[in-house]
């Protein structure tokens, strides 16, 4: 009667003897410190002009002997036989070799940090992350492996968020809010993330601030654009917008001459809450059809029909699409390759609908700087990328002085 009954044979020595042993994971391990070791070799045989073994003359110096390293990745824990060698300076002095791709000290993978610090951003405490890598790891992530992980984050994380902005070459700026949940004095609470994304003269898109704030006032995105300003970020030569009113008359006070362009997405959305579900469709078909003219002159033609025909089936659908005013068609002012990049705030927006597929498990997060930490981080280490902007060969153009006429 000792023995658990509700368990089969197979069942009971799943967890012991030779069947815990998996020849699947023991291969793939063996390929792995294999595949190491040579990227070191080969990066030594660079270093010295020979190969091991070759006594090819005028070598830039000798190796002696290999030591052992424990290295720990998202491949689980392998120990590595590393090469070394001293190199031969032109003084004729020596110097011991120092692996680039191996770094002296690195005992994790950047991967495998970025997975610890992204376990404990996301909610969990030391002890969990512990927990749930330690039996994957082999016990190789013991509870003082997560805390370095995540100082060394926070290091990182405060030094993003002061780094110098002088030597960005940034030509236009997208900037958005998204709301997420919090804990805040032990009580959950409604954050919002302020994101501002520049775009260099090449194209390519960086990420220059994520700040956590009470909502998204004149006066919290001042606060952003100010520090933006301060750490010696350029006047930009184009911007887009959501149309929040706090962000506009931030932009207006601090950038009055630079075009600010309105999101068509945004504006479509705000067109639809003004009319009833019946017309959603015809609104959208003529919406499209005008912002996606292919000339300044047709989209100008369609705004102006699109006004006529709407004053008279719904006026107040008429009425919001005026509201907006020149800053729906500011794209227009840019050449027309660009159109497809500069219309929409969709750079951010994907980054928020990313941001929010990851933490949709943790229904709230622990704190309003983890939240804001925690966009940075699937950025910096990889697990979110960015490409550059359609058009992005022409951005050394300055925006026109003139658009499309907006007479109605």
Same mark, same amino acid.
């Given at each position: 009667m000792d023995k658990d009954s509700s368990k089969g044979p197979g069942e009971q020595a799943l967890f012991a003897g030779e069947a815990w042993f998996d020849p699947i994971e023991t291969g793939v391990r063996g390929r792995i410190r294999g595949f190491i070791e040579e990227l070191v070799e080969q990066e030594l045989k660079a270093a010295l002009g020979r190969g091991r073994y070759e006594r090819a003359g005028g070598t830039n110096g000798h190796r002696h002997g290999h030591r052992k390293r424990q290295l720990t990745g998202s491949f689980g824990p392998v120990e +590595?036989?590393?090469?070394?060698?001293? *190199?031969?300076?032109?003084?004729?002095?020596?110097r011991e070799w120092r692996s680039a791709v191996l770094p002296?000290?690195?005992?994790?993978?950047?991967?495998?940090?970025?997975?610890?610090?992204?376990?404990?951003?996301a909610g969990t405490n030391t002890r969990r992350v512990q927990r749930a890598l330690g039996a994957l790891f082999r016990g190789a992530v013991g509870k003082d492996v997560v805390s370095r992980a995540w100082r060394k984050v926070k290091v990182d994380w405060e030094a993003w968020a002061k780094r110098d902005l002088v030597g960005e070459d940034i030509v236009r700026l997208v900037l958005d809010g998204t709301v997420v949940r919090v804990r805040l004095d032990r009580k959950a609470s409604s954050v919002s993330l302020l994101v501002v994304l520049g775009i260099r003269r090449d194209g390519q898109k960086v990420l220059l601030a994520v700040r956590a704030m009470g909502g998204e006032s004149e006066a919290a995105w001042r606060a952003v654009l100010d520090d933006l300003v301060a750490r010696g970020l350029r006047g930009p030569e184009f911007l887009i917008i959501d149309g929040a009113a706090g962000l506009e008359k931030a932009l207006a006070a601090l950038w009055p001459a630079v075009p600010a362009q309105r999101c068509?997405?945004?504006?479509?959305r705000n067109l639809l809450a003004h009319a009833p579900e019946r017309l959603h469709g015809e609104i959208s078909a003529?919406?499209?059809?005008? +912002?996606?003219?292919?000339?300044?002159?047709? +989209?100008?033609?369609?705004?102006?029909?699109?006004?006529?025909?709407?004053? *008279?089936?719904?006026q107040a659908v008429a009425d919001s699409l005026e509201e907006a005013g020149e800053a729906l068609f500011a794209f227009t002012r840019l050449p027309s390759s660009q159109w497809k990049?500069?219309?929409?705030?969709?750079? +951010?927006?994907?980054l928020h609908e990313e941001f929010k597929r990851r933490i949709k498990t943790q229904?709230?997060?622990?704190?309003?700087?983890?939240?804001?930490?925690?966009?940075?981080?699937? *950025?910096?280490?990889?697990?979110?990328?960015?490409?550059?902007?359609?058009g992005w060969q022409s951005l050394g153009q300055l925006p026109a002085k003139s658009m499309i006429d907006l007479a109605a």
């Open positions: +590595i036989a590393v090469p070394r060698a001293r *190199l031969r300076g032109e003084d004729g002095s020596t002296r000290y690195a005992r994790r993978t950047r991967q495998l940090e970025a997975l610890i610090a992204g376990a404990y951003l068509t997405v945004h504006k479509h003529d919406y499209t059809d005008m +912002i996606y003219a292919e000339s300044a002159k047709e +989209i100008e033609a369609r705004r102006k029909a699109f006004l006529r025909k709407w004053r *008279l089936k719904c990049s500069a219309r929409t705030t969709n750079a +951010i927006e994907r229904t709230v997060l622990p704190s309003a700087e983890t939240a804001a930490m925690l966009f940075w981080a699937l *950025l910096a280490s990889g697990q979110i990328s960015m490409r550059k902007v359609d």
